[in-house]
């Protein structure tokens, strides 16, 4: 631990580690692909982040969900710049799978999804990307990720909470698609956390990853 905690931050320790397990516990049930019981932990994740927010007393500078500082967070140094790669990331991912297993990945990747977000209607599928990738956010860079730095290294959370988070993502399917499909989601994680360390808000590494998520979306359309 960095310092000695006491008193509320004590407190808010133990919810935060206890949550951090529990999440960690649920993403492992995806060693079984098929099942449907990781897609708790964001719940289990966005409960626990406001537990810990009202135990930790956390101010309004000092919450890792911010709205109103959303335009001073982006001219933090560098933020804009990774901010928009996850939306190189998701075209490079889609254009190096396709080369490598052809259109099994582009096919992968819809199928995966496809259990969540409603292709046939527009307006709800908008709903259903912004609203999945805030509640991912919340729970696994807001709560995973900015609670657990209070407590942990910010690489060790950053590389422990990308681990869970791309397990949550682990889908049936042809096993070097699925590796190469869960190692891109892991790669995308990394840089949501440097996101959420260099802005402090997970309003940002949403904004980010509804950018990422719903181009990367456009172009398995447009290119696949």
């Known amino acids: 631990m960095k310092n000695q905690i006491t008193g509320s931050g004590k407190n808010s320790a133990v919810i935060t580690f206890t949550g951090i397990i529990v999440m960690i516990l649920l993403t492992a049930t995806k060693v079984f692909p098929s099942s449907n019981i990781a897609g708790y932990s964001v719940f289990v994740g966005i409960a626990f982040f406001f537990i810990a927010e009202i135990v930790g007393k956390a101010k309004g500078s000092e919450s890792g969900l911010r709205f109103n500082t959303v ?40 199928g995966r999804v496809g259990t969540i977000l409603s292709f046939d209607k527009i307006a709800l599928l908008i709903v259903q990307v912004i609203v999945a990738a805030f509640g991912e956010e919340i729970a696994y860079r807001g709560f995973f990720l900015g ?68 181009i990367s979306l456009a172009a398995v359309f447009v290119l696949f």
């Open 71 to 110: 335009l001073k967070d982006l001219k933090k140094p560098s933020v804009i710049v990774w901010g928009l790669l996850p939306i190189v990331s998701g075209i490079a991912a889609l254009v190096v799978g396709n080369l490598i297993f052809g259109g099994e990945f582009a096919a992968h990747e819809m």
């Open 147 to 214: 609670k657990g730095m209070k407590i942990f290294p910010f690489w060790l959370c950053a590389v422990v909470s990308s681990l869970a988070f791309a397990a949550g993502h682990i889908a049936v399917g042809n096993v070097g698609v699925v590796i190469y499909d869960v190692a891109c989601v892991f790669i995308d994680s990394m840089i949501f956390s440097v996101i959420y360390y260099k802005s402090g808000n997970c309003v940002i590494s949403t904004i980010s990853h509804i950018l990422g998520n719903a």
